[in-house]
């Protein structure tokens, strides 16, 4: 592979093999290169206009099998192709008056006449009197039944193995199911803290109440987005899993539904309150959920309605899909609810529907709103939810080095950067993510207990090693020059890399920082706590409006570092951040300075980086 490198670059690039920038004495840590445009040259230009990127549609739900087009569309590729010519005609605006021409009749319908259903933005004025091609009712894969068991006993919060589905043998099942029960008890397993057993995130690894050791905020006040750090204490951290945290590397972090927004679900579909705790026997006949990973089969698990709306089903993260719609159609007792629910998962519908689904994301709690009539059962929506997924935080420190002393203990730590990501919401304005704001919930009451001054504060986080699936982690070597490039809350993994290598002797020659910022005097993350020489390895880069600049235009700038470091024995370029604007201006500009420093064409300098990514010395993790 590095063949071919060397020889794309022999035919480009006489003359300009790339040398080490020009060193200070041995004893300094050279500082980041600058351009031949000096920096006072720079500060003296007028404000660039740039120019806006064109409004992308969400991607969230695109589809990339054909499993996924039916869980989206409720249709098979087979019927959305027969149905769909892909020539964009279901978004004609002349479509109504064709359709009349050719004698299709239409209705008026009466639309709910509630805030949630107006945030919808559906754009229906009438709806066809016969609608064709409308989705099948979903297939129900979960079923609640309630289980009989002394009231005084606690209830069940641990789950239970699938002990088989034979409908000839239930009361057996049952039988063996309660008497399991009365061995649990609330002080064995608190799903207040983490999610039941069931909830597995990847054997043999299962998910551990790590304690916030300490949290703060990293940004200042006015920041557009706010970031939080915490350090969470994993000395107790079951040892039998047998994979160590790395630098650069990874957690999985089972974050819950909002309780506030469990309840909601609850209490519009008008779920009893003594019912939402109870013991309940929970069968599925086919799949993975409730848990994430694991085999698809069926199961039998005793547990209770608030912990499977919990912990399993996310109810805020996606648009409704098909199936979910054609289930709240069939349970609508109002006419009109009914006849709109039906016409988007209709043929005729389709355009509203593709529409709708790019908009931004909506609630389950928003669609019951907009729909009040729609009251299916809870275990038919279980099998219509997408499953909440586990969301995945790189670690901002060096695992191996973070130790404190305390209560007689040495206590082992891990850091985290956590940037809360807020949506429109059609009630509150807006709302944060699943995973960003239960990190936002859980900072907030630490800090609260810590101005009470409690003398142990007892918030958790639920979380599970085990997958390392950050390449940060896996592309980490000791030694070679090594440039990180990252915006926002990405540079956070990076801080683990300098605060190792500036540990190791002869290695604060090899390492440098770009640092993209929106304003350095409220988003800047960890300033001071690079280690030393962070001052000559870190460049800070801010894009505030009319006095900055972007982090990829800062990598053209630093030109002869990059191609020095890519070109060097085990140089390595990170790019850590989100792939729209910086991923993808990043990707560009290592293009172009592919282009410049090694005389390639452009589609020459594609494949360079490329071949560079191939031998992992270039690893970009971008989202």
């Given amino acids: 592979m590095a063949s071919q490198v060397d020889r794309l670059l022999a035919e480009h690039s006489a003359g300009s093999i790339p040398e080490e920038p020009q060193a200070a004495p041995s004893s300094v840590a050279p500082s980041l290169t600058y351009s031949s445009e000096s920096a006072d040259e720079q500060d003296m230009e007028e404000p660039r206009q740039i120019e806006p990127r064109p409004r992308r549609a969400s991607t969230r739900l695109i589809a990339q099998s054909p499993a996924d087009v039916q869980r ?55 709806i066809p009197t016969q609608l064709n091609n409308i989705s099948d009712l979903p297939e129900q894969t979960v079923f609640l039944q309630p289980l009989r068991r002394p009231s005084s006993l606690p209830s069940p919060t641990e789950s239970l193995t699938s002990i088989g589905s034979d409908p000839n043998n239930t009361c057996a099942v049952v039988n063996e199911l309660e008497n399991k029960v009365e061995n649990l008890t609330v002080e064995d397993f608190d799903t207040k803290i983490q999610p039941p057993l069931y909830v597995q995130p990847h054997p043999p690894h299962h998910v551990f109440p790590a304690r916030i050791h300490n ?37 999985g972090v089972s974050a819950p539904n909002e309780d506030s927004m469990v309840d909601e679900v609850f209490d519009l579909l008008l779920v009893p309150r003594f019912l939402r705790d109870r013991p309940v ?19 039998e698990i005793v547990t209770t309605r608030r912990d499977l709306l919990t912990w399993c089903s ?71 939810l997408p499953p909440l997924m586990p969301r995945f935080y790189s670690l901002s420190n ?36 699943i995973g960003s704001g239960f990190f936002q919930r859980q900072a907030l009451r630490f800090l609260k207990a810590q101005e009470k001054d409690e003398k142990q504060i007892d918030v958790y986080i639920p979380m599970f090693k085990g997958l390392m699936a950050n390449p940060l982690a896996k592309q980490f070597v000791s030694d070679g020059p090594m440039l990180l490039i990252g915006a926002g809350v990405g540079i956070a993994p ?29 988003d800047e993350l960890y300033s001071g706590e690079w280690g030393v020489h962070e001052d000559e390895v870190k460049k800070v880069v801010q894009s505030r409006r009319g006095v900055g600049r972007y982090v990829q235009e800062e990598v053209k700038h630093q030109a002869d570092l990059v191609w020095y470091i890519i070109n060097s024995v085990d140089g390595r370029v990170f790019v850590c951040g989100s792939t729209r604007g910086m991923g993808e201006g990043v990707e560009k500009a290592l293009i172009e300075v592919a282009m410049e420093k090694g005389n390639l064409e452009r589609e020459e300098a594609r494949q360079f980086w490329e071949l560079k990514r191939e031998v992992g010395q270039y690893i970009a993790e971008t989202w």
């Fill in 215 to 251: 949290t703060r905020e990293l940004t200042g006040p006015g920041a557009e987005k706010r970031t939080f750090h915490f350090d969470l204490d994993i000395t107790d951290y079951p040892e039998a899993e047998g994979v160590d945290f790395k630098v650069g590397g990874a957690i």
């Fill in 72 to 126: 989206i569309t409720g249709e098979t590729t087979t019927q959305l192709i027969k149905r769909c010519c892909g020539g964009g005609c279901c978004l004609d605006v002349d479509a109504k008056k064709k359709n009349i021409a050719k004698g299709i009749q239409y209705e008026p319908v009466l639309f709910p006449d509630n805030d949630a259903y107006r945030s919808l933005l559906l754009k229906i004025d009438e």
């Fill in 398 to 433: 060096d695992p191996h080095e973070s130790f404190e002393q305390r209560d007689g203990k040495q206590h082992r730590l891990i850091e985290i950067a956590v940037t809360v990501h807020e949506t429109s919401d059609w009630k509150t304005g807006s709302r944060a993510g």
């Fill in 314 to 384: 996310d109810i805020q993260s996606y648009p409704p899909t098909k199936p979910l719609l054609r289930v709240l159609a069939k349970y609508a007792t109002d006419r009109n609810e009914r006849r709109i629910l039906q016409f988007l998962c209709a043929g005729e519908g389709q355009g509203v529907f593709c529409d709708f689904r790019t908009g931004p994301h909506v609630t389950l709690a928003q669609m019951l709103h907009a729909f009040p009539s729609a009251r299916p059962p809870l275990d038919l929506l279980f099998s219509v």
């Fill in 281 to 299: 026997l929970m069968r599925t006949t086919k799949g993975r959920w409730p848990t994430v990973w694991g085999k698809d089969q069926a199961r």
């Fill in 494 to 522: 990076f801080r683990g890399f300098v605060q190792r290598r500036l540990k190791t002797a002869n290695c604060a020659n090899k390492v440098w920082v770009l640092q993209g910022i929106r304003d350095s005097l409220v």
